[in-house]
C-alpha cells in the first residue's frame, strides 16, 4: 500500500520557503520526500546544515521535519507526503539523510510520473504507483550502495567538466572550495572521495593531455603550448610533461615517446 497524501514537482517558491512540522505544518506523521532544486538547509541532529542544489532527503514518520531555503530568493523542489507499509520502503536506509542522487533528472522524472499517476488513481493500492516507487527506492538505494552519491557530487562534477573542457584556467582549490562555500580540507576530502584523484592533480592531467594533442596536431611552438595549455613557465611545463609522460615534448612530438 502507498497513500500519497499530496504531492508537487517543480514548483518555484518566489519568496523562499520555511517548512517545519513544529510549527503546525502538516505531515508530521507520514513520510516526506523532498528533492531541493535550490540550496536548502534541513535540519538534521537539531541542527540547520547547508546542502547543495539536487539534494534529497526521506524524512520518516514521527520525525520534525523541517527545512528552508534563502528567504526572498526562488527556491524550487519536488515533494511527496505519503503513508506505506511496504517493506522496501520501510527498509530504505537513508532516512532523514539528505543526500545527492547520481542522476537527478531521472529522479525528477519519476517523481513527475508518481505526480500524474497521483493525479489520475488516488487508490493506495495502485499498481503503477507501487512499480514507480520501486523504480525510485531502488535507483536511490543503488546510488547509495554503490557510494555514487555523496554531499556536494552535482557541484564537484559541474568542476571537473570544466576541468576537462578548460584545463588552461587558472585553477585553485581555494576558489573551488569557494563555489561550494566549505574549506578547502572539506573540498579536498570530497573531490578525492568521488574521483579518486585531488583535483590539482585532475588540471595536472587534463593540461598535459591537451599538451599532447597540441604537440601532435599543431606546429605551434613548445612555449606557445605551454602558454595555450595554463603553464607560465616553459620549463615548469617540460618538466611537469616529462614526469607524467616520460618523455619531452619535443621528443614527444618527434615521435620518441
Not at 508537487?8 to 528533492?35: A, P, R
Not at 519536488?78 to 522496501?88: A, C, G, K, R, S
Request: one cysteine or more.
Amino acid at each position: 500500500m502507498i497513500d500519497i497524501l499530496y504531492s508537487g514537482y517543480s514548483y518555484t517558491h518566489e519568496q523562499g520557503i520555511l517548512y517545519d512540522t513544529d510549527t503546525g505544518s502538516m505531515g508530521n506523521d507520514c513520510f516526506l520526500l523532498v528533492f531541493a532544486h535550490s540550496p536548502v538547509q534541513f535540519l538534521i541532529d537539531g541542527m540547520m546544515r547547508d546542502f547543495p542544489a539536487e539534494s534529497l532527503v526521506i524524512f520518516a514518520p514521527d520525525t520534525r521535519k523541517c527545512y528552508m531555503s534563502d528567504m526572498g530568493k526562488p527556491y524550487k523542489n519536488d515533494w511527496i507526503h505519503f503513508n506505506t507499509d511496504e517493506e522496501f520502503i520501510l527498509k530504505f536506509p537513508m532516512n532523514n539523510i539528505p543526500f545527492t542522487p547520481s542522476d537527478p533528472d531521472y529522479i525528477h522524472n519519476i517523481i513527475e510520473l508518481i505526480n500524474w499517476e497521483a493525479n489520475d488513481d488516488s487508490s493506495p493500492n495502485n499498481t503503477h504507483m507501487r512499480d514507480l516507487f520501486h523504480l525510485l527506492i531502488g535507483k536511490l538505494s543503488k546510488d547509495i550502495s554503490g557510494s555514487e552519491s555523496t554531499p556536494y557530487r552535482q557541484e564537484l562534477l559541474k568542476i571537473r567538466r570544466e576541468i576537462m573542457l578548460h584545463p588552461e584556467r587558472h585553477w585553485s582549490v581555494p576558489d573551488m572550495a569557494d563555489k561550494l562555500n566549505i574549506s578547502t580540507a572539506h573540498f579536498h576530502f570530497l573531490y578525492k572521495n568521488a574521483f579518486g584523484e585531488s583535483c590539482m592533480d585532475d588540471v595536472i592531467h587534463n593540461r598535459i593531455k591537451l599538451a599532447k594533442d597540441k604537440l601532435m596536431f599543431s606546429t605551434d611552438a613548445i612555449s606557445d603550448i605551454a602558454e595555450q595549455c595554463g603553464y607560465r613557465n616553459t620549463e615548469h611545463f617540460c618538466r611537469q610533461f616529462k614526469k607524467i609522460t616520460g618523455s619531452t615534448p619535443r621528443k614527444y612530438r618527434m615521435g620518441q615517446n
